[in-house]
């Protein structure tokens, strides 16, 4: 059974940093992609960042672009998102999920992604 969790999440200052973890376990496929998305209170999910085992080259949203960074620790089979200078509009629920074919131009895509992880509350106070 495949399985996410995240953790990390948290109350913050505007500017102020966070790291995400996405511990994945019972996946051994060699294609996939891993991505992060955030859900805030009335607004649809959005990709924020995704990497891929075919592709070396991670993607951002244009929002986070220059402040996030996504990496991963095969050892730890874990993901990371490390979120630098953060805003108030970042607060958001933050998921992360694999996705086990991955198509570039979709990243974003949440309907890509086949196992999700449960959510980690990210409050950025002004």
């Known amino acids: 059974e495949v399985q996410l969790q995240a953790s990390g999440g948290g109350l913050v200052q505007t500017g102020g940093f966070l790291r995400l973890s996405c511990a994945v376990s019972g996946f051994t496929l060699d294609d996939f992609a891993i991505g992060w998305f955030r859900q805030a209170p009335g607004k649809e999910r959005e990709g924020v960042s995704c990497i891929s085992s075919s592709d070396p080259s991670p993607y951002y949203a244009d929002s986070v672009k220059g402040r996030f960074t996504i990496s991963g620790d095969n050892a730890k089979q874990t993901v990371y998102l490390q979120m630098n200078s953060l805003k108030p509009e970042d607060t958001a629920v933050y998921y992360c999920?694999?996705?086990?074919?991955?198509?570039?131009?979709?990243?974003?895509?949440?309907?890509?992604?086949?196992?999700w992880g449960q959510g980690t509350l990210v409050t950025v106070s002004s």
């Open positions: 999920a694999i996705a086990t074919t991955f198509a570039r131009g979709s990243w974003t895509a949440a309907g890509m992604y086949d196992y």
